[in-house]
């Protein structure tokens, strides 16, 4: 791999950080569930931008084949960032009494300010990330469970969509 090639690899995943950073530094950290996304998020920029450039050193990473394919990859993450704060919501609310239920109980321990729970919350991300949306975070969401949204439900994605200037979902 050429140094032009490791060059335009950190060139584009910077351009991934940017497309995702203002989404995610809008979120209110002070809710679990904007919490969880925004660190959901963060794990995806670091798994397709950051590892890729920490872990250059000769190879390509196996995901793409090319420096184009990877370009191709991360264009398509920034043009579907609604599709990630979509999906990783769902995996939220999938979660959200297992997710709650372990706040709650390191709540008297560990989550004695702000930054704990942020920290913590970022740490229990991770897990749901690699497990359940690595791979396909981008990935029209399943109208199924779109149609299947409450209306309360609906508002409080379309209010993350909105503040990240991003379509909302019609109620």
């Not at 660190?39 to 084949?65: M, S």
């Not at 930054?115 to 109208?143: C, I, K, R």
Request: hydrophobic share 40%; aromatic share 10%.
């Amino acid at each position: 791999m050429t140094k032009f090639d490791k060059d335009l690899i950190s060139k584009i995943a910077q351009q991934l950080r940017d497309a995702y950073d203002p989404i995610i530094e809008q979120m209110d950290r002070r809710s679990n569930m904007q919490s969880f996304i925004a660190d959901v998020l963060g794990d995806y920029i670091h798994d397709v931008g950051d590892a890729v450039v920490n872990n250059i050193k000769g190879n390509f990473p196996d995901t793409w084949e090319h420096v184009e394919d990877y370009q191709a990859s991360v264009a398509k993450a920034i043009i579907y960032r609604r599709n990630a704060i979509i999906n990783a919501y769902f995996e939220y609310l999938a979660h959200i009494d297992e997710l709650n239920e372990t706040v709650i109980m390191a709540d008297d321990n560990d989550l004695q300010n702000f930054q704990n729970l942020t920290t913590f919350m970022s740490d229990v991300s991770a897990d749901y990330y690699m497990t359940f949306l690595a791979g396909h975070m981008v990935e029209e969401p399943d109208a199924e469970v779109v149609k299947g949204l409450k209306y309360d439900k609906i508002s409080m994605l379309n209010a993350m969509l909105k503040r990240a200037n991003l379509c909302e979902i019609e109620c």
